[in-house]
């Protein structure tokens, strides 16, 4: 499998929602279109909840990998 490049990573481990969408959301709109965010989301809420508010946002999810007390996604600026 092709290895993913990513442009930004935030790491949010240490936030609670609704702040760790807002703080993607804002990342995201400092990049150029087409280019890739690894966001390291905490495990709970904002798993369930960011993906999906990314994905409204027209935004494409391109990779998920859990971890033990984490989860990185890798998100394609629309």
């Keep these: 499998m092709e290895e993913i490049k990513i442009d930004e990573k935030i790491d949010l481990t240490a ?3 609704p702040m760790t969408f807002v703080k ?3 990342k ?3 990049m150029e279109s087409g280019q890739k965010l690894e ?3 905490p495990a709970g809420e904002p798993m369930r909840s960011v993906p999906i ?3 409204e946002e027209g935004h494409k999810i391109i990779k ?3 971890g033990t007390d984490n989860f990185r996604l890798i998100v394609e600026k629309s």
Excluded: F
Aim: charged share 40%.
């Design 39 to 41: 966001v390291v989301l």
């Design 53 to 55: 508010s990314i994905k």
């Design 64 to 66: 998920v990998d859990k």
């Design 24 to 26: 993607t959301k804002m």
């Design 15 to 17: 936030e609670v929602c």
């Design 28 to 30: 995201l709109e400092e």
